[in-house]
């Protein structure tokens, strides 16, 4: 893929998540692989908004060529490194995701039909694991927490928001939108006192 495709893909997807209440403002980062490097949104982009130039060209250790890229690249190139297969990381901010990630170590999902939206997941007899680690400005530091982690479809930021990845922009969108549905169900489940 070709950086101006990669750029393009990254901008629908933020307007998409913008429209939706997932990115707020100047919340959450956005990147996709492309066969020089990475394309990731600039610091303080907003996201409802995002033009191309507003997506840099970035190594995969998260050098950008020119701009200054988001705060939290470390963890993108993190997840690059360890899912060789990764051809997009979103994370997103919604109300959901920031809520439900206080005051746990993780957030189960079971018996839900939209658990196979993500990949390698093929039936509803199964069990999506997102862990919640601190929320920490030292993006080294939050890094080391996810390495001894087991991670499947994405995880949490204990009060900020939630990653996903997969192998294109358009699976990863995917994620999100299965992710965004499953928190709904959990805030739904708990109105109804944990019944459902």
Not at 36 to 46: C, D, E, L
Not at 58 to 76: C, F, M, V, W, Y
Not at 140 to 154: C, D, F, K
Request: net charge negative; proline share 4%.
């Amino acid at each position: 893929m070709l950086f101006e495709v990669a750029a393009q893909q990254l901008c629908d997807v933020g307007r998409f998540a913008f429209e939706r209440g997932w990115l707020p403002a100047t919340s959450g980062n956005l990147s996709a692989r492309y066969d020089r490097g990475m394309a990731i949104t600039r610091s303080g982009a907003h996201k409802g908004e995002l033009q191309v130039q507003d997506i840099l060209d970035a190594d995969l250790q998260g050098n950008a060529r020119s701009g200054k890229p988001s705060a939290e690249t470390g963890i993108h190139v993190h997840l690059y490194e360890r899912f060789p297969d990764a051809g997009a990381v979103l994370h997103t901010h919604s109300p959901r995701a920031t809520v439900l990630s206080r005051g746990r170590t993780a957030l189960v999902f079971e018996g839900y039909e939209i658990q196979k939206a993500f990949e390698g997941f093929d039936t509803h007899e199964s069990r999506v694991v997102l862990p919640v680690v601190p929320n920490n400005q030292d993006i080294p530091r939050l890094v080391t927490t996810l390495e001894p982690l087991s991670l499947t479809a994405g995880f949490l930021i204990e009060g900020h928001g939630v990653y996903t990845w997969a192998r294109s922009v358009a699976d990863a969108r995917r994620h999100l939108e299965a992710l965004e549905f499953l928190f709904e169900c959990e805030c739904v489940r708990q109105q109804l006192g944990g019944a459902a």
